[in-house]
């Protein structure tokens, strides 16, 4: 009888966000099947801007069971119900998309065929009045959704420069490694061209079974030594640059949502934290030049600026392998996709249950590297789509910028989603992927891409019968928001406040 | 505005239970929607008409034709199904049983099967099937409504009906005669095709024609309308080998048993589907038979203004009774995506590419039984692709490859990998961090709960009394 296997040896180069979300995943759910090194260079700066996340992340950490009071106040952060953008069909217009549904479904037909029906005859009012999320976010209340109700979701605005090292506490006291230091050099196996050893400047050799690469855009392992494909999307997705800078708090309650501010290149995130608020201007640098996005953001934000601007590169788009030989990249190594839709974090937790799922029993099998890039892929294609779409569906016609995204040719997959929507109200439907129906909807409606028809049984009732209905869902909708407390009260109810507001 | 959009009239041909099922749910959706039947002869190699049984899930489809569990079981028109027992068929001749519902109970977000394969491999396990309470009624030979509490073990369990054909299909010509649907009697003579390649009316035998919007096809593999505007079909036959169907019955008690029963002989096998007096038996060879039935599925079951439902749509091997569900399935998805009156690609082809989804996982399912089972010789040396994937990363560590619009459940390819001796080589390391003696104790006592709760039960005749 022979004892345990011995433990994978699982290195991870890079110590952001991605870096150690994979650490305290592994250490967590396979603490016993391997053994967890981190390394990460102080002198290596982190692109740590993805401060807004998708309600995913809850399972992340209660995953790691984790307290959510003692997280958020670690994180300074706060509630998030969706993402209300601004000026994106048109000058003017804007719309939230809610984490959760319009109204509900009746006789099995989705609500927002009945709102169609009754808005092609005038009546029925405003979709977003039926979303308790919307309703929620427009007077900045803020309660959890009851236990097992699907009605709404929420996610959370937080620093991403505190959660890495929060989970690196974490992950140190649950056995992972820390070791200090810049990798000089990457030792190849010269037959299988699998990686043997990662060598430091302090001459360290550090060797590993399974390579996790978290370097961010530099793609240390996976680009640079394995030379993985790159698969590039920015004809769809030109923006190419951010500019990033902190600001003062306003006056008055948190927003419990993220805004997004079309621009003329580009578009403009703002993220109430506790304590601040994050600012960028995500721009196409064909369109606009550094200094003048910076000129643009310092103008637009509110409060008070507490850094100077700092500029980030970066390019849409993704690797044709996010696994190969026994490198794993996660992150902006495997793949960027504008934050837009404040997809980052979730890509990289995407990729790490599928990597818990298929970890290595006893060596790598292809078999197993093709399942991890077949979901991985699947991810981004529909993310992608979906995130053209909020270019695309526009009549802005003000700037060279939304005159080629509204003219672009975009990819097939998308334009018969956005056919069929147009002639029949429908989302394509997946059973896997990130954004379903009613995150369609919410972008469709609220960029005026209005269908010319609906489902036919959602004809069946009557006007009247319907419009009274509708109006009675209405009223529940901002009844339950007015029994809720404010959004930054509901914060200090649940202890997460932070207790000195950090600089 | 929608008024131009509306298909005011949908023409059914095919008075079988598919055809019959189809209009009906398409008459109580659609209340201004004129609807007909053309109850043209039925196809013997119709396998969904012929051989009727409904998995988990039928209250849905039957809550929206109007039609009520208790007035099936209690006109002796269906019984209860739990699953299905196969006496002889895998590659050591075990038995094995795929009941309906869960086996065991996960550990967080663990399945069962994976903590059962790690305390299989140290002998600490019992058959797989012992941990499953529909498994256990089958054995029994009793029946009983899941529990309502999700805390006793009575309610981890699910069941479909088994049908008695014709008394099925009598009903449901009854319910569809009180929805106002017309019934035209007849064969079809002649499609005539209109100017956009649809179809614009069927001549009948005695020279009659039908005018209809929509057109939908439940003639059986025959596919007398669809056949006419399109040819494109998938054939299954290398991983479905067998194709040569004879069917009969015999009188039997009036209680059936909770469960169909699979047999296997030299190079046939046949299935014994017990319903209320009588048992329908369905024999499958690989080369003689009274009837061929094809194993086949159609690119584009719905082309222009013509649907193809049940066997018109997919033909396929009816070991573990599919052929209905699917015709279900299909049903209610082409309501939920009813295309405007002009029929346009882009809507037609959404319901084709997630009717393609479900029906190449069925057939997935039907066909991994020849893959490992006692046929292997006879099936074809490659499967198919998601199917490989299928095995190779269960055979490899427990795990079940994603698949979009998958609707054959994990407990369902669990109960049948497993019966069919495909155990995973190596137990994964998530459910190897579970405490090896927490896991034992607790798959003990569940067999004790099990036990328990089907000696409660009564017996079957009892419960239909």
């Not at chain 1, 994180?75 to 048109?90: N, R």
């Not at chain 2, 309610?155 to 008695?164: H, I």
């Not at chain 2, 292997?376 to 095995?391: I, K, M, N, Y």
Request: aromatic residues 8%.
């Amino acid at each position: 009888m022979t004892g345990p296997p011995p433990k994978t040896r699982v290195v991870i180069l890079g110590g952001g966000t991605a870096g150690w979300m994979t650490a305290a995943a592994l250490v967590n759910q396979l603490g016993h099947a391997c053994s967890v090194r981190l390394i990460e260079s102080e002198e290596i700066g982190i692109v740590g801007v993805g401060e807004a996340t998708l309600p995913h992340i809850r399972h992340f950490v209660e995953a790691l069971g984790l307290d959510e009071t003692d997280f958020m106040k670690a994180t300074h952060a706060t509630f998030k119900l969706g993402i209300e953008f601004h000026d994106f069909g048109k000058i003017g217009t804007r719309y939230l998309h809610p984490f959760g549904s319009f109204g509900a479904p009746l006789n099995d037909v989705p609500f927002h065929h009945y709102w169609l029906r009754l808005h092609a005859e005038g009546r029925g009012g405003e979709l977003w009045q039926s979303s308790i999320c919307n309703v929620m976010a427009d007077r900045k209340r803020f309660a959890p959704p009851p236990p097992g109700s699907t009605l709404y979701n929420y996610a959370y605005q937080f620093d991403a420069t505190l959660f890495g090292p929060y989970l690196r506490t974490y992950s140190l006291a649950r056995g992972a490694v820390r070791t200090e230091g810049k990798v000089v050099d990457v030792e190849v196996n010269g037959e299988i061209g699998d990686v043997v050893a990662l060598k430091l400047e302090s001459g360290e050799r550090v060797g590993g079974d399974l390579f996790v690469d978290c370097s961010g855009f530099r793609a240390l392992l996976t680009g640079q030594t394995l030379k993985e494909e790159w698969e590039d999307w920015s004809r769809w997705l030109p923006c190419d640059r951010a500019v990033a800078m902190p600001c003062t708090s306003p006056p008055g309650g948190i927003e419990p949502y993220t805004r997004a501010h079309a621009m003329t290149a580009g578009w403009r995130w703002r993220i109430p934290l506790q304590h601040r608020v994050g600012n960028g201007y995500v721009y196409s640098s064909a369109h606009i030049g550094d200094q003048d996005a910076a000129d643009a953001l310092v103008a637009a934000v509110e409060g008070t600026l507490m850094a100077e601007p700092r500029v980030l590169k970066f390019r849409a788009g993704r690797r044709t392998n996010s696994w190969s030989k026994n490198v794993v990249s996660i992150g902006l190594a495997s793949g960027f996709l504008e934050p837009l839709e404040s997809t980052s974090i979730y890509l990289v937790q995407g990729a790490i249950a599928q990597l818990v799922e298929l970890f290595p029993i006893g060596g790598i099998r292809d078999q197993d590297r093709d399942e991890f890039n077949r979901a991985v892929d699947v991810e981004y294609d529909r993310i992608r789509d979906f995130l053209i779409l909020h270019y695309h569906a526009t009549s802005r016609d003000d700037s060279d910028f939304w005159n080629h995204t509204r003219t672009m040719e975009v990819p097939d997959t998308l334009l018969s989603k956005m056919e069929l929507w147009r002639r029949s109200a429908r989302v394509a439907k997946y059973s896997q992927g990130l954004f379903f129906e009613p995150s369609w909807v919410a972008v469709y409606i609220g960029q005026n891409v209005i269908p010319h028809g609906w489902d036919q049984r959602a004809d069946l009732s009557g006007s009247d019968q319907l419009e009274a209905a509708v109006a009675r869902l209405r009223t529940r909708v901002s009844d339950a928001v007015d029994a809720m407390p404010d959004h930054s009260e509901f914060i200090r109810r649940h202890n997460a406040t932070i207790e000195k507001p950090a600089g | 505005m929608n008024d131009r959009r509306r298909i005011r009239s949908i023409a059914v041909a095919g008075g079988g239970i598919v055809g019959l099922s189809a209009a009906l749910a398409f008459a109580r959706a659609l209340a201004r929607t004129q609807v007909s039947v053309i109850e043209t002869p039925p196809d013997p190699a119709a396998l969904a008409d012929r051989l009727p049984t409904a998995l988990p899930g039928v209250e849905r489809f039957h809550s929206a034709i109007g039609i009520a569990e208790a007035e099936l079981i209690g006109g002796g028109i269906a019984s209860h199904h739990l699953g299905t027992m196969f006496d002889n068929w895998s590659a050591a001749g075990e038995p094995w049983v795929h009941a309906f519902g869960d086996y065991g109970k996960p550990a967080g977000a663990i399945p069962f099967d994976q903590i059962w394969v790690r305390a299989h491999k140290l002998g600490k396990a019992l058959q797989y099937g012992c941990y499953s309470v529909g498994a256990a009624l089958i054995r029994a030979g009793k029946f009983v409504h899941p529990s309502p509490d999700p805390e006793f073990i009575g309610s981890r369990f699910l069941y479909g009906l088994r049908f008695d054909p014709d008394r099925y299909r009598e009903l449901l010509r009854a319910k569809a005669a009180a929805a106002q649907i017309a019934f035209r009697a007849g064969d079809i003579a002649e499609v005539e095709r209109s100017d956009t390649g649809g179809i614009s009316a069927l001549r009948l035998a005695h020279g009659r024609s039908v005018e209809a919007d929509l057109f939908v096809d439940c003639t059986g593999p025959s596919a007398r309308l669809i056949g006419a505007l399109d040819d494109s079909v998938e054939d299954w036959s290398a991983w479905l080998p067998f194709g040569w169907l004879t069917l009969s019955e015999e009188p039997s008690d009036d209680v059936p048993a909770p469960a169909s029963r699979i047999r296997t002989s030299d190079d046939r096998w046949t299935a014994f589907l017990p319903l209320r007096g009588k048992t329908l038996m369905a024999t499958l060879a690989r080369e003689t038979g009274d009837v061929m039935v094809t194993r086949s599925r159609r690119l584009r079951p719905w082309v222009k203004n013509v649907l193809a439902l049940g066997d018109a749509a997919t033909a396929l091997d009816p070991l573990q009774g599919t052929n209905l569900d699917a015709a279900h399935s299909a049903i209610l998805l082409a309501l939920e995506l009813l295309p405007s009156r002009d029929f346009h690609a882009v809507e037609t082809e959404e319901y084709n590419r997630r009717a393609e989804q479900v029906t190449r996982r069925v057939r997935d399912f039907v066909a991994l039984h020849y893959m490992r089972g006692p046929w292997r010789e006879f099936a074809g040396q490659e499967p198919p692709d998601s199917l490989a994937r299928t095995v190779d990363q269960y055979e490899h560590r427990g795990r079940m490859p994603f698949h979009e619009d998958e609707s054959v459940t994990r407990e369902s390819w669990t109960a049948a990998l497993l019966g069919l001796g495909i155990v995973p080589r190596n137990v994964d390391p998530q459910a190897g961090a579970v405490p090896l003696d927490k896991t034992v104790t607790a798959m003990e006592r569940l067999v004790g709960e099990i036990e328990a709760a089907v000696e409660h039960v009564p017996d079957y005749s009892q419960y239909l009394a």
